[in-house]
């Protein structure tokens, strides 16, 4: 079965970087665009950042361009979130997700930006 387990989250002061990893498995990586979501309390879940299947092509949210940036090893099945530069407003539990036959969401990993 298809399954996305993210990493790599936590606590980082504002300006500070962290990279998500989202390792995938149950289906074929390589041939799957791949999508990074994000929520915040109160507030609903957001698309971050896209990748296409050969990383060729990429899309963000204006709100983070300049400042993340997605990537992908599919040697590894494994996509990533480079995220510099982080602010207060970028806590949020973020979410690996694929489309395919279904819609599938890892479980999340919740970072924190705070002094």
């Known amino acids: 079965q298809v399954q996305l387990v993210e990493s790599g989250g936590g606590l980082v002061q504002p300006g500070g970087s962290l990279r998500l990893s989202c390792a995938a498995s149950?289906?074929?990586?390589?041939?799957?665009?791949m999508r990074w979501y994000r929520q915040a309390p109160g507030k609903e879940r957001e698309l971050v950042a896209g990748?296409?299947?050969?990383?060729?092509?990429?899309n963000y949210a204006d709100s983070v361009k300049g400042r993340f940036t997605i990537s992908r090893d599919n040697a590894k099945n494994t996509v990533y979130l480079q995220m510099n530069s982080l602010k207060p407003e970028d806590t949020a539990v973020y979410y690996c997700?694929?489309?395919?036959?279904?819609?599938?969401w890892g479980q999340g990993t919740q970072v924190t930006v705070s002094s």
């Open positions: 149950g289906f074929t990586f390589r041939s799957a665009a």
């Open positions: 990748i296409s299947s050969a990383g060729g092509s990429t």
């Open positions: 997700q694929v489309s395919t036959t279904y819609v599938y």
